[in-house]
């Protein structure tokens, strides 16, 4: 996925899993990990309701999330937003 940078720095979204009936549900109060060549740059967690946010600078990232008898795994980029050029 790519996630443009909102103008505190930081990205927003949020957590969803399978439940047991195989409904896509929200992922509460579960840990994200955002790695950058293998290390761990920066974390957070979901709040009651699945929604993140963390700080990151631009680039590709590995975002990383498990808990409650789930994983996920997949690559992002996070680009900067961009400025709108006055005429």
Known sequence: GTFVLRPDGK????????????NYVVAPNMPAFFLRNGRVV??????????????????????VTAGMGKFGAQGITVSAPTIAEEV
Request: aromatic fraction near 18%; glycine fraction near 8%; charged fraction near 10%.
């Open 11 to 22: 990205i927003s979204g949020t957590l969803m899993m399978f439940d047991p009936s195989f």
């Open 42 to 63: 920066a974390q957070t967690r979901s709040d009651a309701q699945g929604n993140y946010e963390v700080a990151l600078s631009p680039g590709y990232y590995s975002f």
